[in-house]
Each structure stands twice: as C-alpha cells, then as structure tokens.
C-alpha cells in the first residue's frame, strides 16, 4: 500500500484518481476547494475508511495549504498536483484577458509548486517518492497552434519548473514528472473528448505506480509515453 496524496479532487480526473486508489486499498489524501461539493469525494474516499481523509485548500493560497499540510502526519509516496483551471475566455496573443490569465499562471504554474513545497517534509519520508504535475500536451514547445495562449504558457511554465524541481530533488531520489492525461471527458475536457475519465485515470495510476528516480525529469503521456518539450 501506498499513500497518494491528490489535488484538485472535487470533480474530474482527480476525482476518478481518488476514487480507483481508494476501492485497490490505497492510503488517499485529496484535497478539494472550500465551497466545492463534498459529497463526490466523500463517496470517493469511502472505501479506504480510516486510510481515505480529504483536506481543503485553494492552490493559490500558500497559507491554507501549509495549514493543511500540518494535518498530514504520515509520509507521502506519491503527490498528483492535478488542480488546475482553463482560464477565460479572452486569452489569444491577440487579445487577452490579463488579469484573468494572471490568475491562470497562478493557479496551473505556482499552484503545483506551492503544493509540492509546503508538503516536500512529507514526500521525503515517503517509499519510492514521486512528485507529478498534471501538465498538458497544450504545454509543449514544440506544438504548434494558437488558441488559449494562457493556457498553453501555464503549463510550458509548469513543465520548466517541473525540469528544476526535478533537478533540485534528484540527489535526495524524488522522482518528479510532467504528465499529460489525454483529451478527457470532464468539465475541462468538454464531451467531445477521446477518453473518459475512468480510462483516463486507470491509466494514469499504472504509469505512476512503476515510476523510478530513473525517469524523472520526463514528460510522459498518460500511456507512459514520452512528449516532446
Ligand atoms: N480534461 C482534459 O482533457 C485535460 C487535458 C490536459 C490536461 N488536463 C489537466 O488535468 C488536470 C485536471 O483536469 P480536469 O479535466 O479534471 O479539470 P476539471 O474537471 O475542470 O477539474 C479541475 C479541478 O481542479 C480544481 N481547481 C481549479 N482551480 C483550483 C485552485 N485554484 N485551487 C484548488 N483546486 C482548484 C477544481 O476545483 P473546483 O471544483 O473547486 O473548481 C477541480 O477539482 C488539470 O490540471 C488540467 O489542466 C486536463
């Protein structure tokens, strides 16, 4: 058994996260918004019993989530920073809502990287420990394309703080991952989207559970594998 900790699960992929580790026995922390509904996590977590706890902070919010990680007593082996949003409807190169993608890059870049800080004591007790940031294909360099530019340099942003984590903690043996889960049916997603969620997140968890120091520093698709930066 391992213990998983996963932002962003009040709906979503993290949410289908939280509910497939919690029924294979895995030991869940997940943490989820104050005034999103509690109620789908609570069903999630529910089959771990006493192993499943859900924790409230906003990822913007450094204070919230340091609180939160002071409730958190056993070691973490695998942290899925997931929140994240798609920011407003304004956001071409052309034309851009700014202080909404302002908001954006605080949000999908800081957001993980607050997170992974304020519960790295934690992460460096942990078995095997693995730090991943849900990034997006969106996020990659060599991809062409121009529509939600925010979005996109939110997560190419992400990507390069996930490379000097993943640096910084390779001498202690965290292994830290970008990781993109497929076009997936959520809210984000929208319903046209290839996977569902559950298709999603089974495959999410397999690729994170053979996870090594040997890879970090990739940028994985959610078959495992490699994306182009
Ligand atoms: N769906 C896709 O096709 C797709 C593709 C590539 C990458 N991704 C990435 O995968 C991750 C999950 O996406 P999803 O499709 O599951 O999105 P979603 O259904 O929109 O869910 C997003 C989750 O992030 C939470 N969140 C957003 N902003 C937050 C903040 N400031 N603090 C704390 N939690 C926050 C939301 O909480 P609330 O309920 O409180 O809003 C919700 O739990 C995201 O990082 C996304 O960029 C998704």
Redo the contacts with the bound molecule.
């Keep these: 058994m391992s213990h998983w900790m996963i ?10 996260l939280a509910r497939q580790l919690a029924i294979a026995g895995e030991q869940v922390t997940a ?7 509690h109620e789908p996590l609570e069903a999630a977590l529910a089959p771990a019993g006493s192993r499943g706890r859900s924790l409230v ?5 450094e204070a919230q989530i340091r609180i939160a990680a002071t409730q958190v007593h056993d070691p973490v082996d695998v942290l899925i ?6 920011g407003p409807e304004r956001q071409s190169a052309l034309d851009m809502d700014f202080p909404g993608v302002l908001d954006l890059l ?3 870049a800081l ?2 990287l607050r997170v992974a800080q304020a519960f790295l004591p934690l992460i460096r007790r942990g078995a095997r420990p693995r730090i991943v940031f ?5 996020g990659s360099m060599a991809l062409g394309g121009t529509f939600n530019v925010g ?1 996109r340099a ?2 190419a942003a992400l990507n390069k703080i996930a490379q000097c984590l993943a640096d910084e903690l390779k001498p202690e043996g965290i292994s830290v991952v970008s990781m ?11 319903p046209n ?1 290839t ?1 569902s ?1 559950e298709e ?1 997140a089974y495959s999410l968890i397999r690729v994170i559970e053979g996870l090594t120091i040997s890879d970090t520093r990739r940028y994985l698709d959610y078959r495992g594998s490699d994306i182009d930066w």
């Design positions: 932002t962003g699960a009040s709906r979503g992929i993290g949410l289908e943490s989820r918004r104050a005034g999103s509904r902070f906003d990822t913007r919010n920073a997931n929140a994240g949003a798609y605080d949000t999908n957001g993980p849900m990034s997006s294909v969106l979005y939110s997560k993109h889960p497929g076009w997936v049916r959520t809210d984000m997603g929208g989207a996977l969620v999603s």
